[in-house]
């Protein structure tokens, strides 16, 4: 028997894994708001949303098993130092500042509010919010097979919702699609390429690309080429499976693109579920959504307060858990489209310059170990993702404004791609002027 071989078998196993770990309740509400501001051009933006979000997420595994085992090795393409610091941003990101309030903000909008009286109040969502993240807390302390195994189900019950919703919604439709609202009317396909990072599971790909590593590793894989490559088989079935279940959010979305007015993706489904299946379909969906998140949350709090204790042995696992509980705590109550509205300019100046790193890691035979060539590329990326972050905060740029128009792919929010290259061939010419200085 070749143990270096894996079954079809196993390989749909590897697969359902990714997807359990990257499709969380969070990935519900953006492609139903995409779907609804994008009208009868939701196919375009959701595949989009699709590139961003499932493509990114296969490609930052793949990175990661090519230049290593985990975060940090990938880091170190640039320096010590930078995997350190690019370790602990992401960690951030798709911990207190933006992933884990988010699970208690989406939890509360709905499973509580879709039956609280007068759309709910501060202090019904700080009181939701408090149980919530002091339940997480006390599971992180108490780690047992309880949660894995109510996490087993979890997924497969959104999925099963999400496939009712949207065969009633093709029976029976729930409204009229209407006309793509926005930037949607010009670029969907690219406008859904920027809205994909809000899902964050780009990031999040690149923090538990060890979760798969080893997952393979286990099944008599060891070979780097072959854990590359069953990564990768794994990785495009898993994002087949989301492809299609955002398609299907995104249908649903459509409906409710006419004639009707909505602030999340959140108030989307609600709407949807109470119309088409009752308050009993609310309610199953709300369960459903809960405990995803509540499971979700345990697992960011847990890996954020491991990697930080391992970094800073002197704070305890549990003084970091316990402030990143309160600190999601807080931040959740600022409200769902609130968080989205902050978060997306935020994300859109942090993405550039890693997944231009990502990209650069496929070539890293042809540039070698040098630093200059990653470097200066992220710093050019970055530089572009600042006024891209700027502007989708409504910020106005003035007089840059025409400059920067006049920077190929700008305009499609992708304005960094070109200045990263420059930056990457700029870092090579460096390398090889050093080189020279060397030999004479």
Same mark, same amino acid.
């Given at each position: 028997?070749?143990?270096?071989?894996?079954?079809?078998?196993?390989?749909?196993?590897?697969?359902?894994?990714?997807?359990?770990?990257?499709?969380?309740?969070?990935?519900?509400?953006?492609?139903?708001?995409?779907?609804?501001?994008?009208?009868?051009?939701?196919?375009?933006?959701?595949?989009g949303?699709?590139?961003?979000?499932?493509?990114?997420?296969?490609?930052?595994?793949?990175?990661?098993?090519?230049?290593?085992?985990k975060?940090?090795?990938?880091?170190?393409?640039?320096?010590?130092?930078f995997?350190?610091?690019m370790?602990a941003?992401?960690?951030?990101?798709?911990?207190?500042?933006?992933?884990?309030?988010?699970?208690?903000?989406?939890a509360?909008?709905?499973?509580?509010?879709?039956?609280?009286? /007068? *759309? =709910?109040?501060? #202090?019904?969502?700080? !009181?939701?919010?408090?149980?919530?993240? &002091?339940?997480?807390? @006390? +599971?992180? $302390?108490?780690?047992?097979?309880?949660?894995?195994?109510?996490?087993?189900?979890?997924?497969?019950?959104l999925?099963?919702?999400?496939?009712?919703?949207?065969?009633?919604?093709?029976?029976?439709?729930?409204?009229?699609?209407?006309?793509?609202?926005?930037?949607?009317?010009?670029?969907?396909?690219?406008?859904?390429?920027?809205?994909?990072?809000?899902?964050?599971?780009?990031?999040a790909?690149?923090?538990?690309?060890?979760?798969?590593?080893?997952?393979?590793?286990?099944?008599g894989?060891?070979?780097?080429?072959?854990?590359?490559?069953?990564?990768?088989?794994?990785?495009?079935?898993?994002?087949?499976?989301?492809?299609?279940?955002?398609?299907a959010?995104?249908?649903?979305?459509s409906?409710?693109?006419?004639?009707?007015?909505?602030? /999340? *993706? =959140?108030?989307? #489904?609600?709407?949807? !579920?109470?119309?088409?299946?009752?308050? &009993?379909?609310?309610? @199953? +969906?709300? $369960?459903?959504?809960?405990?995803?998140?509540?499971?979700?949350?345990?697992?960011?709090?847990?890996?954020?307060?491991?990697?930080?204790?391992?970094?800073?042995?002197?704070?305890?696992?549990?003084?970091?858990?316990?402030?990143?509980?309160?600190?999601?705590?807080?931040?959740?109550?600022?409200?769902?489209?609130?968080?989205?509205?902050f978060?997306?300019?935020?994300?859109?100046?942090?993405?550039?310059?890693?997944?231009?790193?990502?990209?650069?890691?496929?070539?890293?035979?042809?540039?070698?170990?040098?630093?200059f060539?990653?470097?200066?590329?992220?710093?050019?990326?970055?530089?572009?993702?600042?006024?891209?972050?700027?502007?989708?905060?409504?910020?106005?740029?003035?007089?840059?404004?025409?400059?920067?128009?006049?920077?190929?792919?700008?305009?499609?929010?992708?304005?960094?791609?070109?200045?990263?290259?420059?930056?990457?061939?700029?870092?090579?010419?460096?390398?090889g002027?050093?080189?020279?200085?060397?030999?004479?």
């Open positions: 028997m070749n143990r270096e071989k894996l079954s079809a078998g196993k390989i749909v196993s590897v697969s359902l894994m990714l997807f359990a770990m990257f499709f969380g309740a969070g990935n519900m509400i953006f492609p139903p708001m995409l779907g609804y501001l994008s009208g009868d051009k939701f196919f375009q933006g959701t595949l949303f699709v590139v961003s979000d499932a493509g990114l997420s296969v490609l930052g595994v793949a990175a990661i098993v090519l230049v290593g085992t975060l940090d090795d990938l880091g170190k393409l640039v320096g010590p130092r995997a350190v610091f370790g941003l992401i960690y951030l990101l798709i911990g207190p500042l933006f992933a884990m309030p988010r699970t208690g903000t989406v509360y909008e709905m499973s509580v509010l879709p039956f609280a009286q /007068n *759309g =709910g109040s501060l #202090l019904a969502s700080l !009181v939701f919010t408090a149980a919530f993240f &002091g339940l997480t807390y @006390v +599971l992180c $302390l108490n780690p047992n097979k309880l949660v894995d195994i109510v996490g087993r189900f979890l997924t497969p019950i999925l099963i919702s999400i496939a009712v919703i949207f065969i009633v919604c093709v029976i029976h439709p729930f409204g009229e699609v209407g006309t793509p609202k926005g930037e949607y009317a010009e670029i969907p396909f690219f406008k859904g390429l920027i809205e994909g990072y809000l899902a964050l599971d780009g990031f790909a690149l923090a538990f690309a060890i979760v798969v590593i080893n997952s393979i590793k286990t099944m894989v060891t070979k780097p080429e072959r854990i590359a490559r069953y990564t990768l088989i794994s990785g495009g079935l898993a994002g087949v499976a989301l492809a299609l279940v955002y398609l959010l995104g249908y649903v979305g409906q409710t693109s006419s004639g009707m007015s909505f602030k /999340n *993706g =959140g108030q989307i #489904l609600t709407a949807v !579920v109470e119309g088409q299946l009752g308050w &009993g379909g609310n309610l @199953v +969906l709300g $369960l459903a959504v809960l405990m995803a998140c509540l499971t979700t949350s345990i697992g960011l709090a847990s890996s954020f307060a491991d990697y930080f204790h391992e970094l800073f042995p002197k704070w305890s696992y549990r003084k970091i858990l316990t402030a990143v509980c309160l600190f999601s705590f807080a931040v959740s109550n600022v409200g769902l489209t609130a968080m989205i509205q978060t997306l300019p935020a994300l859109v100046m942090v993405y550039p310059p890693v997944i231009t790193l990502v990209l650069l890691s496929f070539v890293k035979k042809f540039i070698g170990n040098s630093p060539p990653y470097s200066i590329a992220m710093i050019f990326a970055f530089v572009i993702g600042i006024f891209d972050g700027l502007k989708n905060a409504g910020i106005s740029l003035g007089d840059l404004e025409g400059v920067l128009n006049a920077i190929p792919f700008y305009e499609l929010g992708l304005g960094w791609i070109i200045p990263a290259a420059v930056g990457a061939v700029a870092g090579l010419m460096l390398k002027i050093g080189r020279n200085r060397i030999k004479n």
